[in-house]
């Protein structure tokens, strides 16, 4: 069984910034993606970033350039770093890991841009 914890989330202002991070309970090397979504109130979850075990990122056009994932292995954490916040980005983030078509979930961490 895989466990996924989330944590950093938070209350920030628009233009603020944020560092999530995802601790595995093994290593990420055992999973075949690793990745980010978030879910509004009101809306269906979407992807924000995946990384695949090759170090391969697939971002959503609305936070290109401003979110940033990145691994510690010897930590067994993926972490997702986003800046130039806006309201619009305010979700329950979720971390996600796949070991080929069966997905992983953590709980999930609260994150509000608001002045």
């Known amino acids: 069984q895989v466990q996924l914890v989330e944590s950093g989330g938070g209350l920030v202002q628009p233009g603020g910034s944020l560092r999530l991070s995802c601790a595995a309970s093994r290593s990420i090397f055992s999973f075949n993606a690793m990745g980010w979504y978030r879910q509004a109130p009101g809306k269906q979850r979407e992807l924000v970033v995946a990384v695949n075990s090759g170090g391969s990122t697939n971002y959503a056009d609305s936070v290109k350039g401003r979110f940033t994932i990145s691994r510690d292995n010897a930590k067994k954490t993926v972490y997702l770093q986003m800046n130039s916040l806006k309201r619009e980005d305010t979700a329950v983030y979720y971390c996600?890991?796949?070991?080929?078509?069966?997905?992983?979930w953590g709980q999930g961490t609260q994150v509000t841009v608001s002045s």
């Open positions: 996600n890991a796949r070991v080929f078509v069966t997905n992983y």
